[in-house]
């Protein structure tokens, strides 16, 4: 009886499809929070990208972790979006799941040497400088206007106006793919212009940035809150407003990939609905309706006028994610060359 039972079951899982194996380990694990096909535009700064095949939100580092684990188990490949601002995610969508990092705990604690906060990887990066602006904490005030999470800053060092992340961070607290816990010296992070370890990994080894600490500053409220007007008024006057991805190239060393954007004649330049922007030639804007093929068609379209005119070799800042033609060199990941601290 018993031998009869186990011997069917067994044909039953044989007849299990891979795929029909990973919904029933993700579904059993987050039930009605798990979503299939769930549109990615909404969730990225161009408003622009297909679906994900499986898409889970997060609202704590524990779920982010079980998160992690489940995908694992799953064997289900697995990307974690935060601000979705440095990212153009095809038109086809992303195969596997896409954990959205909305964990958002932050504290701030003497520290050894002067004041430290502690934040979880998902925090808003404006939400953040606007509730330490409050508190009269400084130091991560410039961050006003990057439209990221803390997490996706440590990916790419942001930086802006002369200063980048990797002038505060202390340490990372990360999850790698193996599923080990670890702490993270910044030393240990190569932090270079729009560049960190966490770059040089494949994006399907990448370990999850958890949290994050930094060296920040007790001031007065006034103090910090004019210097966060200070930074708003910059954007507002040199920036579009319209959905981008913020800087689509990297600055190649010793020139700026506006310029020579501006150079070859696509400032303001559109394909479909995307457009070089008309106030800032390396932002790339959603008109409206704009595809990630529309936005696609214009970095190659500027790689080869520029590659022609000037023999430099524009390097994508943005990440392509998703399923791309293979054509494209700068597919999931890049690195490179460039100057410390550049601004947008
Ligand atoms: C209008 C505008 C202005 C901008 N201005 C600036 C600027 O001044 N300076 C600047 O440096 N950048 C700027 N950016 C680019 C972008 O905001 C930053 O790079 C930001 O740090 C990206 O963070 P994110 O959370 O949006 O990352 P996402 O776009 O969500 O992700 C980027 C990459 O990081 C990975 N990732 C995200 N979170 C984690 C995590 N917790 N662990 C591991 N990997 C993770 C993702 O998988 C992806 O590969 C701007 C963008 C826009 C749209």
Known sequence: MTKRRGRRQWASRETLSRSDLVRIILKGAFGERLKADEPLAPYTSFRIGGPAQWFLRVDTVEDLKEAVHVARRARVPFRVLGGGSNVLVSDEGVEGLVILNRSKRFSVRPGPDG??????????????????????????????????????????????????????????????????????????????????????????????????????????????????????????????????????????????????????????????????STKHANFIVNLGGATAADVMALIELARQRVREQFGVELELEIELVGRWEATSSDEETVQGEGREGEDE
Request: glycine share 12%.
């Open 115 to 276: 004041l430290r906060l502690v934040v979880d990887s998902g925090v808003s990066l404006p939400w953040l400088a606007g509730q330490l602006a409050q508190g009269g904490i400084g130091g991560l005030e410039w961050t006003i206007g990057i439209p990221g999470t803390v997490g996706g800053a440590v990916v790419q060092n942001a930086g802006a106006w002369g200063q980048e992340i990797k002038s505060r961070l202390l340490w990372v607290e990360w999850l790698d793919r193996q599923g080990h816990l670890e702490t993270v010296d910044a030393e240990r992070l190569n932090l270079g212009y729009r560049h960190s370890l966490l770059l040089e990994f494949p994006p399907a080894e990448r370990p999850i940035v958890l949290r994050a600490a930094f060296r920040v500053d007790r001031e007065t409220p006034e103090a910090v809150q004019r210097r966060l007007r200070r930074y708003i008024l910059r954007r507002t006057s040199s920036q579009p407003r319209m959905p981008s991805g913020g800087s689509t190239f990297r600055n190649p060393p010793g020139d700026y990939a506006g310029r020579l954007l501006e150079a070859v004649g696509l400032k303001g330049y559109r394909i479909g609905n995307a457009q070089f």
